[in-house]
């Protein structure tokens, strides 16, 4: 008796996922850019495809981090050939830098519009068109109502959306179906060779619906994500190593 | 019905189509010259350089010798024909039939046309007026053949009508080089004195065979309208253009969508048939009280399909002020490419840059926001941050060099590098503290200098020793000095970018 309604229940939670945004299509990639432990935050242990992503940011360091982050995950959406659209109102991304990520900067389109109004309509735009693997927005701020307008357009093109929001006034609810806060760690070389070493970050998943929020240290180095296992304690003195 | 030809033979072609542009040469001695194996050759003079002694064929610096004060125009090899195509789809109004004749003539098949004008002397006047009024200097033929209006055209006395069936008198006293044929054959028959048709034109067909060839036969043939011979009409193309008048002044912006609906939707039939896609097009509305209203769109790969360009109208309908109310509609594509149909795959799908899906995006995006917010780019051979990548020109651009991977770049930029103040030990160690506004950061890690030197060749200035540095909470950044270390203290720091 108990196991058939464990049964019933488990097959419920496998009808809701769907309907709320978490679509598995038969032909869809699977990312798997090493982000190894993190995809047992999400429902299915799969980084959702064809949904809208949020990610905070505070200061230009930290969208630096973002940026890292976010183009480390559409390298392995884009792969083989792929295009993206990258809408901003004051971009400020060098182009050349995202090669480091694994991105053909010439297959991104960047499209520069001034005010956050033009953006999300561009962004809506975008999102609905099934010939591009990934839309990524910078706003500041995002409603409840215009997030879920994202949300429902890509459930029909399962185009993935990425939505960058620096500094935003106020974390509202949206209709995301996660939200990630990455941050910049200090860089570690192997035997404590001098100079500066591969991007790390703190990648914190705030929230994440029917998922398991949590946070990691992950490094970006030849082309996948690494999990840092520990940050050894060390003094800032013996820690100084330029050269 | 028996059929007739007019024959028009343009004497300077060539020098009266510059002369039609630029009235002030009519009365000046000019050529035009194009190169040959290393000199300009004439290889044309207007009226005036040939009465003086110029003629075709000449050095520009003999003719320079003739007549001092000689203008000399470029040649253009395509230029007669274009002249001639542009007159031919201009004499349409005679005859539907009009072909070119390369190098200087035209032909037309007058048949059934000239009772329109009042018979052949009319039109033939009326024809030879228009044309001489432009500043063409012509001789114009009628016969029942091609070949024997040719001949007359050029070679004929005044009277240049030739009655049914006369050809055969008319041609008599022709010389041979009126038939039509080789130089090769005309010299020959010139060396054994045969210096007219009548001459020759009684010789039996299998000698004139075995000792000119079968040319001869066949073009006397074509003038006595014994051989048939078919001239290639010119077809003016037909604009891209449609229109739709109506009954009632449209108002609603609803009117307005179904008159573009119905616009689109044969035009982009007839495009679709001719497997060609518009790339732009302009949608008028005439007003009732004389105004016009127009939008304009265009797209980045040729396009026919009527839904996608539907949309791109759509965005832009409430710019349309009906005021009392519109009476006609035009749409009209004023470029036109071909369209090469892709082969649809039903399962792979395919998320490229050549996706059509994206082409179509872009259009609406630039259709409502402008064109000039979409930036693609490309790598650029340039060391320089700011140079080492530029805008490409089109979404299929392709790539002349690779990114480059081997120095790091940051993955944030600023646009302009912003001032900083830094302490850093000499010669040419990183920082070791810098203040970036107002915030002090500590250095703890750092690669560099990398040195990038001016391009003197685009810009002067001082060299850049890049550092690619972190700060004790981790953060990255990349920061440059421009300039040596020197006494006057002419270098400084400055922040350039993030690292990711």
């Known amino acids: 008796m108990t196991a058939t309604k464990a049964d019933i229940i488990a097959q419920l939670k496998r009808d809701i996922l769907p309907l709320q945004g978490f679509k598995t299509t038969l032909n869809s990639t699977v990312v798997d850019a090493g982000l190894g432990p993190i995809k047992n935050a999400f429902p299915n242990s799969t980084f959702p495809i064809g949904a809208i992503h949020e990610f905070i940011a505070a200061g230009v360091e930290d969208t630096a981090a973002t940026g890292g982050f976010v183009a480390g995950i559409i390298s392995s959406i884009m792969k083989p050939a792929g295009a993206t659209i990258w809408i901003s109102a004051s971009r400020t991304v060098f182009p050349p830098a995202l090669k480091s990520f694994g991105i053909a900067p010439d297959k991104i389109i960047f499209i520069d519009l001034k005010k956050e109004k033009e953006i999300l309509w561009a962004m809506e735009e975008a999102l609905k068109c099934k010939g591009l693997s990934a839309v990524i927005g910078e706003v500041q701020e995002l409603s409840f109502t215009t997030s879920r307008r994202l949300q429902l357009a890509v459930e029909q093109s399962q185009v993935t959306g990425f939505i960058l929001r620096r500094n935003p006034c106020s974390l509202n609810t949206t209709a995301c179906i996660t939200r990630w806060k990455i941050t910049p760690l200090s860089s570690e070389l192997a035997d404590d060779m001098p100079g500066v070493g591969f991007p790390r970050w703190n990648v914190a998943l705030l929230k994440v619906r029917n998922g398991k929020p949590g946070s990691w240290q992950l490094e970006f180095a030849a082309g996948r994500f690494r999990h840092v296992s520990k940050i050894a304690a060390i003094p800032l003195e013996q820690k100084k190593k330029t050269g | ?500």
């Open chain 2, 1 to 500: 019905m028996q059929k007739r030809f007019l024959s028009i033979w343009f004497r300077h072609l060539r020098t009266d189509w510059f002369t039609r542009r630029q009235p002030d040469l009519a009365n000046t001695a000019f050529i035009l010259a194009a190169p040959d194996h290393g000199r300009m050759i004439i290889t044309a003079a207007n009226y005036v350089a040939q009465k003086q002694g110029v003629e075709m064929g000449m050095a520009v610096a003999d003719a320079r010798a003739i007549i001092p004060s000689l203008q000399v125009l470029n040649d253009d090899a395509e230029l007669a024909g274009k002249a001639l195509k542009g007159l031919a789809a201009w004499l349409i109004r005679y005859t539907p039939a009009v072909s070119i004749d390369l190098p200087s003539g035209l032909i037309l098949d007058i048949t059934g046309c000239a009772h329109l004008w009042g018979g052949e002397k009319q039109y033939l006047a009326d024809i030879q007026k228009r044309l001489k009024d432009f500043g063409y200097d012509i001789r114009i033929a009628i016969a029942d053949t091609i070949g024997c209006a040719w001949a007359i055209a050029r070679f004929g006395k005044e009277v240049s009508i030739i009655e049914s069936s006369d050809q055969t008198t008319a041609l008599l006293p022709l010389p041979p080089a009126a038939l039509r044929l080789e130089a090769e054959t005309v010299e020959r028959l010139e060396k054994l004195g045969l210096r007219q048709v009548k001459n020759f034109i009684s010789i039996p067909r299998s000698s004139l065979r075995r000792r000119f060839g079968p040319q001869i036969l066949l073009r006397l043939d074509q003038a006595l309208g014994h051989g048939e011979e078919w001239i290639d009409p010119v077809l003016p193309i037909e604009p891209y253009q449609e229109r739709l008048p109506c009954l009632e002044p449209i108002v609603t912006a609803t009117g307005i969508e179904i008159a573009l609906q119905r616009l689109l939707d044969t035009l982009c039939h007839r495009l679709q048939q001719e497997q060609k896609g518009l790339r732009v097009a302009c949608f008028k509305c005439y007003r009732i009280d004389g105004k016009m209203e127009k939008m304009e769109i265009g797209t980045n790969r040729p396009s026919c399909n009527i839904k996608h360009l539907f949309k791109l109208f759509q965005i832009k309908i409430d710019t349309i002020e009906p005021a009392l109310g519109i009476e006609l509609f035009t749409l009209d594509a004023s470029k036109v490419e071909n369209l090469s149909a892709a082969q649809e795959k039903l399962w792979q799908h395919n998320t490229g840059l050549d996706n059509i899906d994206l082409s179509e995006l872009l259009d609406r995006i630039a259709g409502k926001i402008g064109a000039n917010n979409i930036h693609r780019y490309v790598p650029d051979e340039h060391y320089w941050p700011e140079r080492s990548f530029k805008m490409a020109s089109s979404i299929n651009e392709k790539l002349q060099t690779s990114w480059k991977l081997d120095m790091p770049r940051p993955l944030q930029i600023l646009f302009k590098p912003e001032l900083i103040e830094v302490t850093a030990p000499i010669p040419d160690y990183p920082p070791m503290l810098f203040r970036y506004k107002g915030k002090l950061h500590k250095i703890i890690k750092a690669d560099g200098p990398e040195r990038i030197e001016q391009e003197w060749w685009l810009q002067q200035g001082q060299h850049r020793d890049y550092y690619h540095v972190e700060d004790e909470e981790g953060r990255r950044y990349w920061l440059f000095r421009s300039g040596h270390y020197d006494t006057p203290k002419s270098y400084q720091w400055f922040i350039h970018g993030f690292f990711a």
